[in-house]
């Protein structure tokens, strides 16, 4: 309420006065002194015209008979003090009664002041005056809380807005803007109260994490990669079912949390509505982009206690699923966290190994099944323990790959092997036609400076880059596609050569192998395996070794054991060959004596 549209004040200043009296004398007397001094006056000559004409218009100010037929004063004052419309209105009593016990009344009823008749003018006229300007700072002191208390309104409903605002970005994820771990966890802890596990006790965690996403990432820029983390969010939400949550863990992991599932197959449904929405390419800044996931799927139950334990199975399980290959699914065992524990250890002592040296090469001839003579050695990555002894590769290269430590021991290895071989040349044991092949894992292969650690190894080791042979695998190449061909042509300039390693397991682009320069091809154990002397176990190999022919590249067969493998492989011409029939792979010392006893097969 303004102060425009006080009641009463819209026409005089001075103040809009109500009259009660059932004396026409004093109505007439008091209406002519107010009016003579400005004010607005209004006369009733008893309480229920008073009543009415106060229901019309409110004055200002009543000057209130006591004694009165009908309604007395009291009773009029009662009533307009019952109604809020009307109870603020100031009521100065008038009356002849001159008694404490009327005046005590007076006020109990709600008057403000008491005038005893007869009554002086000046004396009334103060009292209204005064009266009248105590409702007004009244009225002022009204609008002033009112205005004080919309203020305060408002500035509540910005700060709950921006609370909602904060609580917003606290809780979710600012490129996807999907919930974050803080919301999961408090969801998850919603799930995991014990009256909720009562009602609907199993729900599900799926964790999903991007196969080679780092690939894409560092073949792209990284702010393609945020663009691909977006629509992939936006296409993994059309997989959910209402009421599941999708929420970005961190990097390129998601966590689906699937309030209430009924058996396992739900939460399968929406691994394989996930893997077919992959099936169709991501379009990034006009490139086609192909992404693969690996998930992790975990049943929740009353047996969890904390949130942090469902989204470790689930971590654990979706590790096992990149384990089985890219693009698969896996349900965590409870056995299986024994398992990651160990794997913890492992990590662990692989980490001291490499800082103490103890992982280091050991070497296996590499011969010419033309000559019989050793024309290389492939180094293979050992780890010696002083407790546990003899680690092999099939246990901690996957491991080492995962955590990228495997940069660290390639690089070691790489070192040593270089080093190796330079000391026998220098012992005139090698000559400068023997070449030592290091092999490269897929992650070493992404290294932007592989090139020019491998330079700087050359010049410190001072061997000659003809005499190194790397060992990579179709996928490295593949995964690295972007990079691959620069990379490769590098190693072509400086004469350093290149084997593809397990050649026929992986995914065999043949278009692809014949742009890069490849010197040689390592025939898979797998082929050599089923060697029997009959021309139909020959299986595939045969053609492979015309691709290879086509191709200009040399062939090395892997994993001879016996002589009639041997024999087979020689009568089918393939040029090289590598297998425990000639040697299992020897630490440098050894390796060093066969090479000088000058052996022929
Ligand atoms: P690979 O490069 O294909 O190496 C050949 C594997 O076959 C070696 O296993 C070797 O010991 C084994 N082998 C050779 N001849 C025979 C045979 O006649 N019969 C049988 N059954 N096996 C034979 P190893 O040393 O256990 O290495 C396994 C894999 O680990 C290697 O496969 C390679 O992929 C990886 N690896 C080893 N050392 C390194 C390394 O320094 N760096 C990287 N990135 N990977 C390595
Ligand atoms: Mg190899
Ligand atoms: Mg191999």
């Not at 690939?215 to 959910?240: F, I, K, P, T, Y």
Request: glycine residues 6%; contains cysteine.
């Amino acid at each position: 309420m303004s102060s425009e549209n006080l009641p009463g004040n819209e026409n005089n200043l001075a103040g809009d006065i109500l009259i009660v009296d059932d004396t026409p004398v004093n109505l007439r007397l008091l209406s002519n002194m107010l009016l003579g001094h400005g004010y607005n006056v209004r006369q009733a000559i008893n309480g229920k015209m008073a009543l009415m004409a106060v229901g019309v218009v409110p004055p200002d100010l009543i000057l209130l008979d006591i004694m009165m037929p009908d309604l007395n004063g009291y009773e009029v004052c009662k009533a307009l003090k019952a109604d809020p419309k009307t109870a603020s209105i100031p009521v100065i009593f008038l009356s002849a009664l001159n008694e404490v016990f009327d005046k005590v009344k007076a006020f109990e009823v709600g008057g403000v002041d008491y005038i005893p008749k007869p009554f002086q003018f000046e004396e009334v006229l103060v009292r209204v005056k005064n009266h009248l300007a105590l409702r007004d700072a009244h009225l002022q002191i009204c609008q002033l809380n009112e205005d004080l208390e919309q203020r305060v309104y408002q500035r509540t409903q910005q700060l709950e807005t921006v609370n909602i605002e904060l609580r917003k970005l606290a809780l979710h994820d600012s490129l996807t803007g999907l919930p974050n771990r803080v919301l999961l966890q408090e969801r998850l802890n919603e799930l995991l109260q014990p009256e909720r596990c009562a009602s609907t006790p199993k729900f599900g965690v799926l964790f999903l994490d991007c196969d080679r996403f780092r690939v894409v990432n560092n073949s792209l820029s990284h702010l393609a990669g945020d663009e691909l983390l977006v629509a992939l969010a936006r296409r993994l939400e059309q997989c959910l079912r209402p009421g599941d949550t999708l929420a970005r863990w961190g990097g390129d992991e998601f966590v689906i949390l699937m309030p209430d599932i009924a058996k396992i197959q739900d939460a399968i449904a929406v691994v394989h509505n996930i893997f077919k929405s992959l099936d169709s390419p991501f379009t990034i800044r006009r490139r086609e982009i192909f992404l693969n996931a690996s998930i992790g799927i975990v049943i929740g139950d009353e047996t969890y206690q904390y949130p942090e334990d469902l989204v470790r199975d689930a971590d654990t399980a979706m590790y096992r699923a990149k384990a089985l290959g890219k693009g698969q699914y896996y349900i965590f065992e409870p056995k299986m966290h024994q398992v990651m524990v160990q794997r913890l250890q492992l990590e662990t002592d692989l980490q001291h190994a490499i800082a103490q040296n103890l992982i280091v090469p050991f070497y296996q001839p590499i011969v010419s099944l033309d000559t019989g003579k050793i024309i290389g050695f492939e180094a293979l990555a050992r780890w010696i323990d002083p407790q546990k002894g003899f680690i092999s590769p099939g246990m901690f290269i996957p491991l080492a790959e995962e955590t990228g430590i495997i940069n660290l021991i390639g690089r070691a290895i790489l070192k040593q092997a270089c080093e190796d071989l330079a000391t026998l040349q220098r012992q005139g044991i090698a000559d400068e036609t023997l070449n030592v092949s290091v092999n490269l894992s897929t992650l070493q292969f992404a290294q932007p400076d592989l090139v020019h650690q491998i330079d700087d190894i050359l010049a410190q080791t001072q061997l000659s880059p003809h005499c190194l042979k790397l060992e990579i695998t179709e996928s490295a190449i593949m995964e690295n596609s972007e990079s691959a061909s620069l990379m490769l042509q590098q190693f072509r300039d400086r004469a350093i050569q290149l084997s593809i390693d397990d050649f026929g397991t992986g995914y065999s682009s043949l278009s692809y192998l014949h742009s890069f320069p490849v010197d040689s091809l390592k025939i898979d154990r797998s082929f050599v395996d089923g060697l029997d002397g009959t021309p139909q176990s020959s299986g595939l190999i045969p053609a492979i070794l015309s691709i290879a022919r086509e191709m200009k590249m040399s062939a090395i067969a892997e994993g001879i054991e016996t002589p009639q493998q041997l024999e087979q492989l020689r009568r089918l011409n393939c040029a090289y060959g590598q297998g425990y029939y000639f040697a299992k792979p020897l630490p440098a010392e050894a390796a060093a004596e066969l090479l000088a006893s000058q052996p022929r097969w």
